[in-house]
């Protein structure tokens, strides 16, 4: 039963991840294209908010891309001392996991307080769009608490199943 709604929060946060990351490459590669070509085909005509769009649109893909991330047990680790010593790959895995929980618990939390902080500050928009900034702190806290909760799914499933090593499981 357990193993059955991990599962489904699991597919939940993929489909999440997936179509978010989709949706703002593709707002990004729409809004860069569209203003390149409105400035190579005209000399006037220029997407003064492009800049901004694409920016923002980084910012958060990166963020989901740590989600993925954590998924796919790809985050950056020094593997050379599992493969010498293999006793210790279990330990040095919940290692790893330990300190991405203390990284997402800490992006949560100071997340949190810059988004109050430019919640709290009216003149805090974008220059040219003029939304408010608050709004993209807050997929700080938003990703932290996603990746911390994806991180525990992936803990409970090294513990129950063993640590095996990111090419022997499918995506």
């Keep these: 039963m357990l193993k059955k709604i991990i ?16 949706l703002a490459v593709c707002i990004a ?10 400035r190579k085909l005209t000399n006037d ?12 649109t980084i910012y958060f893909s990166t963020y989901i891309g740590c989600l993925v991330a954590v ?16 006793e210790l790959k279990k330990y040095l895995n919940m290692f790893a996991h330990t ?5 997402a618990g800490t992006l949560v939390y100071l997340g949190s307080k810059m988004m109050i902080m430019m919640y709290e500050d ?3 928009r974008t220059s040219s769009l003029q939304i408010p900034e608050w709004i993209f702190y807050a997929v700080l806290p938003v990703m932290g608490a996603m990746m911390f909760f994806r991180t525990l799914l992936v803990m409970y499933e090294d513990l129950k199943e063993g640590a095996l090593p990111a090419e022997d499981r499918s995506p």
């Design 7 to 22: 599962q489904n929060i699991d597919r939940a946060f993929s489909i999440a991840e997936e179509w978010s990351l989709l």
């Design 71 to 86: 998924r796919r047990r790809s985050l950056i680790r020094i593997d050379a001392l599992p493969q010498m010593v293999p």
């Design 122 to 124: 009216e003149y805090a």
């Design 45 to 56: 005509v220029n997407l003064y908010w492009s800049d901004e769009v694409v920016r923002k």
């Design 99 to 103: 300190a991405t929980l203390i990284f």
């Design 29 to 38: 590669l729409v809004v860069a294209m569209a203003n390149v070509l409105l």
